[in-house]
């Protein structure tokens, strides 16, 4: 398949290429896009056979939902079977956003779009051009982040053309993600609200509006013990194709540590995962990346994909990764994430 590829200026939109791009998605076709947390891979979220062309596109299991984009709160009334409350005052702060909501769905929601359940996941993205795509496509799109099943989310279009050239029919290229974790996702169908996977709208901003919010319990219990209730959170995701350690415990004792794998580890190629101001205490030779400054981090959640991916174009067999402490919400989600990445293997000094 030919995938065309537009360059779209956020501060220009060239409103008659989204119209084709929506004209695309209208007539079952998959137009990648940027959204403010990852690139997105879009279909028609009404057409049952628009799911199905996703989950090929991505090699992704079939039993894994979609999330579906809107651009109009007025729009949720069709695709829900009622509107929970709490969803007005939710979207009040946060839409449009980088938050997922789960809701009981409509007949109108074909079973492929929420691959067999009764729920659908809801947004509403901020960036500009998600936003006008989502209106050119008819309101409701569906949209998994833009990646090959199993490898890291796609915060630029670059990422995006690595792996879906040739898979689907367009790529709209604007610009670098502003978040790079994908959304929050908050579960609507229970007694309480539960958090499926943290993001950057973080547990103590759903408290400023919600009288109660929960953890997902397999947030912080040993990962492998029960299944996770979004079910795209039990498959081994984010996943280099290094085998990867988190290493946690006492600056010194970390960089002691890693030090040593460095000696010992002369039959694979390392990678070391570090933070901004220990990226000088590693010896040359060895393939070193900083995420950012460790008082920083939406700074460390942007840069965890690129780096991840970096690593794979480098053909890096063995990453080590430094730990940081957790400061905020969004510091969770990066350390959610860097987890799962590293298949939960964490080693203490
Ligand atoms: O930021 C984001 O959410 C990005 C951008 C493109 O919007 N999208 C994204 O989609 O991350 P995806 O498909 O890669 O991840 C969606 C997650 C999966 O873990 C899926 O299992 C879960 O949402 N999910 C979707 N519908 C669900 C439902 N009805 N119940 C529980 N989990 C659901
Ligand atoms: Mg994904």
Same mark, same amino acid.
């Given at each position: 398949?030919?995938? *065309?590829?537009?360059?779209?200026?956020?501060?220009?939109?060239?409103?008659?290429?989204?119209?084709?791009?929506?004209?695309?998605?209208?007539?079952?076709?998959?137009?990648?896009?940027?959204?403010?947390?990852?690139?997105?891979?879009?279909?028609?979220?009404?057409?049952?056979?628009?799911?199905?062309?996703?989950?090929?596109?991505?090699?992704?299991?079939?039993?894994?939902?979609?999330?579906?984009?809107?651009?109009?709160?007025?729009?949720?009334?069709?695709?829900?079977?009622?509107?929970?409350?709490?969803?007005?005052?939710?979207? /009040?702060?946060?839409?449009?956003?980088?938050?997922?909501?789960?809701?009981?769905?409509?007949?109108?929601?074909?079973? *492929?779009?929420?691959?067999?359940?009764?729920? !659908?996941?809801?947004?509403?993205?901020?960036?500009?051009?998600?936003?006008?795509?989502?209106?050119?496509?008819?309101?409701?799109?569906?949209?998994?982040?833009?990646?090959?099943?199993?490898?890291?989310?796609? $915060?630029?279009?670059?990422?995006?053309?690595?792996?879906?050239?040739?898979?689907? /029919?367009?790529?709209? /290229?604007?610009?670098?993600?502003?978040?790079?974790?994908?959304?929050?996702?908050?579960?609507?169908?229970?007694?309480?609200?539960?958090?499926?996977?943290?993001?950057?709208?973080?547990?103590?901003?759903?408290? $400023?509006?919600?009288?109660?919010?929960?953890?997902? +319990?397999?947030?912080?219990?040993?990962?492998?013990?029960?299944?996770?209730?979004?079910?795209?959170?039990?498959?081994?995701?984010?996943?280099?194709?290094?085998?990867?350690?988190? !290493?946690?415990?006492?600056? *010194?004792?970390?960089?002691?540590?890693?030090?040593?794998?460095?000696?010992?580890?002369?039959?694979?190629?390392?990678?070391?995962?570090?933070?901004?101001?220990?990226?000088?205490?590693?010896?040359?030779?060895?393939?070193?990346?900083?995420?950012?400054?460790?008082?920083?981090?939406?700074?460390?959640?942007?840069?965890?994909?690129?780096?991840?991916?970096?690593?794979?174009?480098?053909?890096?067999?063995?990453?080590?990764?430094?730990?940081?402490?957790?400061? +905020?919400?969004?510091?969770?989600?990066?350390?959610?994430?860097?987890?799962?990445?590293?298949?939960?293997?964490?080693?203490?000094?």
């Amino acid at each position: 398949m030919d995938t *065309q590829t537009i360059i779209i200026d956020k501060e220009n939109i060239d409103e008659q290429a989204i119209a084709r791009a929506g004209e695309l998605i209208k007539r079952g076709g998959l137009v990648a896009f940027p959204t403010e947390t990852v690139y997105g891979l879009g279909g028609n979220a009404l057409d049952g056979k628009s799911a199905e062309k996703i989950y090929k596109a991505k090699g992704r299991p079939s039993d894994n939902p979609l999330i579906i984009h809107i651009c109009d709160i007025d729009d949720l009334q069709y695709i829900v079977k009622s509107i929970p409350p709490e969803v007005y005052r939710l979207a /009040d702060s946060f839409w449009p956003g980088p938050l997922t909501l789960i809701m009981n769905k409509s007949s109108k929601v074909p079973m *492929q779009t929420t691959g067999g359940l009764e729920t !659908v996941a809801v947004r509403m993205p901020s960036d500009s051009i998600a936003l006008l795509l989502i209106k050119a496509a008819g309101g409701y799109v569906a949209a998994p982040s833009a990646n090959i099943s199993g490898r890291p989310s796609p $915060t630029t279009s670059k990422h995006v053309i690595e792996d879906m050239q040739g898979r689907i /029919d367009m790529i709209i /290229d604007g610009g670098d993600a502003d978040f790079g974790l994908e959304s929050t996702i908050l579960d609507l169908t229970g007694q309480v609200p539960v958090i499926l996977r943290p993001g950057t709208v973080t547990l103590e901003m759903l408290l $400023t509006v919600l009288e109660d919010v929960q953890l997902d +319990s397999v947030l912080h219990t040993n990962y492998n013990k029960e299944p996770p209730k979004a079910p795209g959170m039990k498959y081994k995701h984010y996943a280099p194709k290094g085998e990867m350690h988190i !290493v946690e415990g006492n600056r *010194q004792a970390v960089i002691r540590y890693i030090h040593n794998k460095i000696e010992e580890e002369h039959s694979a190629k390392l990678g070391i995962i570090c933070m901004e101001d220990t990226l000088k205490s590693y010896p040359q030779g060895v393939i070193i990346k900083s995420l950012g400054s460790r008082e920083n981090e939406n700074e460390i959640a942007r840069n965890l994909y690129r780096v991840l991916r970096e690593f794979d174009e480098e053909e890096v067999t063995l990453i080590y990764a430094e730990s940081f402490d957790v400061n +905020s919400g969004v510091g969770h989600a990066v350390m959610n994430r860097l987890l799962k990445a590293a298949a939960y293997h964490v080693v203490k000094v």
